[in-house]
């Protein structure tokens, strides 16, 4: 018998993507993410995150030096820096919801008055409380030299099993903020803040359905032509369904 190469592990109830909310401005000692008023993935207004869901944060940030951004109270993913003329980093975590679902999520970062950062928190339902991230190992990538994420390959671990990818860049304040597509995927949302004198930060989450084996997503597109002097960062994590 030829298996294929999935663990066994149900598909009744892949991973749903339930809102979404995105906050962003200047790099300050923390920024409140209201988790109370997230838009509907479809359009539109949508409640508050839920007991037990999923909460996924990416947090994004253009300097001048690492700015160590986080999530109070979340499980790190990645936490990345790229040392450019224009830096990137990129923190990426994960929580469940308790009984009681948070109303803000806390975000940390050094304060200061030109770097920029943007937030972006996708809420799920369906993923296997005790392995989220699928048994596999997430997908960083990132360098200097320029702003155009293009992210690693991954295999998921579970038939069912759906894909996230984020990523962003740091781009000089005198570029208009650079919009993020990918052209790949099931959904995206992409942002995006702009200091006129310093730094610009661009920032894009989205999903694609289970790939049925290893998938290696194309580099992105940007509205603004590259340069030597940006970063970009990009992750890829897989969701095990419930």
Do not use: C
């Not at 993913?77 to 999520?105: L, Q, R």
């Not at 994420?149 to 996230?164: C, E």
Request: net charge negative; hydrophobic share 35%; charged share 10%.
């Amino acid at each position: 018998m030829i298996l294929d190469w999935y663990e066994v592990t149900s598909s009744s109830n892949p991973p749903t993507l339930y809102g979404y909310t995105i906050v962003g401005g200047t790099v300050k000692a923390s920024q409140d993410v209201d988790l109370t008023t997230l838009l509907d993935p479809a359009g539109g207004a949508l409640g508050p995150a839920l007991a037990n869901q999923f909460v996924l944060a990416n947090v994004f940030v253009a300097g001048n030096s690492n700015r160590n951004p986080a999530v109070t109270g979340y499980n790190v993913i990645a936490d990345e820096w790229y040392n450019d003329i224009n830096d990137m980093m990129h923190w990426s975590g994960w929580k469940f919801m308790g009984g009681t679902p948070d109303t803000v999520a806390t975000v940390t970062a050094t304060a200061t008055s030109t770097n920029r950062l943007l937030s972006i928190f996708t809420v799920w339902d369906n993923v296997d409380p005790t392995t989220p991230l699928d048994g596999v190992t997430p997908v960083s990538v990132g360098s200097t030299n320029g702003g155009i994420p293009d992210p690693g390959s991954i295999t998921p671990g579970s038939v069912g099993s759906v894909l996230v990818f984020s990523g962003g860049n740091a781009t000089a304040g005198e570029t208009p903020p650079v919009t993020l597509s990918t052209g790949y995927l099931d959904w995206e949302v992409n942002d995006a803040l702009n200091n006129s004198t310093s730094f610009a930060v661009s920032g894009l989450v989205g999903y694609l359905n289970d790939p049925g084996g290893a998938y290696d997503g194309a580099a992105w597109s940007t509205s603004a032509t590259d340069s030597d002097t940006f970063s970009r960062s990009s992750l890829v994590i897989s969701l095990r369904p419930a």
